[in-house]
């Protein structure tokens, strides 16, 4: 079994967080370069179901992925601690990174 390595741990979770930004924007760059294509193909023609699902779709989807962006940057408020009694493995996290993967309790 191989050992937990907590700076490999750091450096996926970071390219994880950079992976998620660059789709992020990857997104909404497409959705405003063809925003003319839509107007036209979209919101000019008529009837109402076709725009309820392509605004569903499109803007709320938007709306979740930016969100969970902002979640995944955003560093937490305070310090957080979880340890098991049962076993001797403890974890503290900073400002969102593993500082200490297990301790001696």
Not at 45 to 57: E, H, K, M, N, Q
Not at 74 to 90: A, V
């Amino acid at each position: 079994m191989q050992d937990f390595d907590p700076v490999g741990l750091v450096h996926h979770l970071q390219l994880l967080r950079l992976l998620q930004l660059s789709a992020t924007f990857a997104t909404i760059y497409d959705h405003l370069i063809v925003f003319d294509q839509e107007v036209e193909l979209i919101w000019k023609r008529p009837g109402i179901s076709a725009r309820i699902f392509f605004l569903l779709t499109r803007y709320c989807g938007d709306g979740f992925v930016i969100a969970i962006l902002i979640l995944m940057l955003t560093e937490p408020t305070s310090d957080s601690s979880s340890c098991s009694f049962e076993s001797t493995h403890c974890t503290t996290v900073r400002n969102g990174f593993l500082v200490s993967p297990s301790c001696v309790l």
